[in-house]
């Protein structure tokens, strides 16, 4: 699971284009909005088109969860895992 949240970082980076952060920065239990990274809707977006293209997954943007996905870098870790799980079946 670490080397999955290490992943997500860079993917966070990367995507988001954050300049001068590292992803030993950004703590997983942080939030990835308002406070801790401060992103923002269009982040989000970026975001998740990311994933999907990365790890196959699915994100149903009608979901009441969605918010509790993206909430840290641990609960997005926990999401891509729930994800690839189901695509396996």
């Known amino acids: 699971?670490?080397?999955?949240?290490?992943?997500?970082?860079?993917?966070?980076?990367d995507t988001l284009e954050l300049e001068g952060i590292?992803?030993?920065d950004i703590d997983s239990?942080?939030?990835l909005f308002g406070g801790g990274l401060g992103l923002?809707?269009?982040?989000?977006?970026?975001?998740?088109?990311?994933l999907k293209k990365k790890y196959h997954i699915h994100i149903d943007t009608d979901s009441?969860?969605?918010?509790?996905y993206f909430?840290?870098?641990?609960?997005?870790?926990?999401?891509?895992?729930s994800q690839q799980k189901l695509n396996t079946l």
Not at 5 to 13: F, R
Not at 64 to 68: G, P, R, S, T, Y
């Open 71 to 81: 909430a840290s870098v641990k609960n997005l870790s926990n999401f891509v895992v």
């Open 40 to 50: 923002d809707s269009i982040d989000a977006l970026e975001l998740g088109l990311a």
């Open 29 to 31: 239990e942080a939030p």
């Open 22 to 24: 590292s992803p030993s």
């Open 1 to 13: 699971m670490e080397n999955l949240e290490a992943e997500l970082k860079q993917l966070i980076i």
């Open 64 to 68: 009441a969860e969605l918010v509790n």
